[in-house]
C-alpha cells in the first residue's frame, strides 16, 4: 500500500460527504463537514506519516495541540464564551489543525519522495 492513498482516501470521504449532505435528505441533520473531519484526518495523518517516514508523531501533535486548547479554553471562557460553543469551535478547529498538518506532510512526502 502506498502512503498517498492515505491523505487520498481522507479527501474522498471528505467530498462524498459533502455531495451526501448536500443533495440528500442528510442536510436536515444540519451536520457540517467541520464536524465531520477531525477523527478521519488525524487518523489518515497518523498512517500517512507512518507509511511515509517510518514513524508517527501524531502523539506529540495531539499533546501540543491540547496544551494549546487548554490555554485557550482559559482565555476564552473568561470572556464568557459559553460551554458548548468552545467545545464545538474546538472540535471544528481540531479539524482544520489536522487536515492542515494532513497537507504539510504530504507536501513533504512528496517533495522527499
Known amino acids: 500500500m502506498q502512503w498517498w492513498f492515505w491523505p487520498l482516501g481522507t479527501i474522498i470521504i471528505c467530498l462524498i460527504w459533502l455531495v451526501l449532505n448536500r443533495w440528500t435528505s442528510l442536510k436536515r441533520f444540519k451536520i457540517k463537514i467541520l464536524d465531520i473531519i477531525p477523527i478521519p484526518m488525524w487518523v489518515a495523518l497518523h498512517f500517512t506519516m507512518g507509511y511515509r517516514f517510518g514513524t508517527s508523531w501524531i502523539l506529540w501533535f495531539m499533546?501540543?495541540?491540547?496544551?494549546?486548547?487548554?490555554?485557550?479554553?482559559?482565555?476564552?471562557?473568561?470572556?464568557?464564551?459559553?460551554?458548548?460553543?468552545?467545545?464545538?469551535?474546538?472540535?471544528?478547529?481540531?479539524?482544520?489543525?489536522?487536515?492542515?498538518?494532513?497537507?504539510?506532510?504530504?507536501?513533504?512526502?512528496?517533495?522527499?519522495?
Open 63 to 113: 499533546l501540543i495541540w491540547f496544551v494549546f486548547g487548554e490555554i485557550i479554553t482559559w482565555v476564552l471562557l473568561r470572556r464568557k464564551w459559553q460551554w458548548t460553543t468552545f467545545w464545538h469551535k474546538y472540535w471544528e478547529w481540531t479539524g482544520l489543525v489536522g487536515a492542515t498538518l494532513l497537507l504539510i506532510i504530504t507536501i513533504i512526502g512528496f517533495f522527499y519522495h
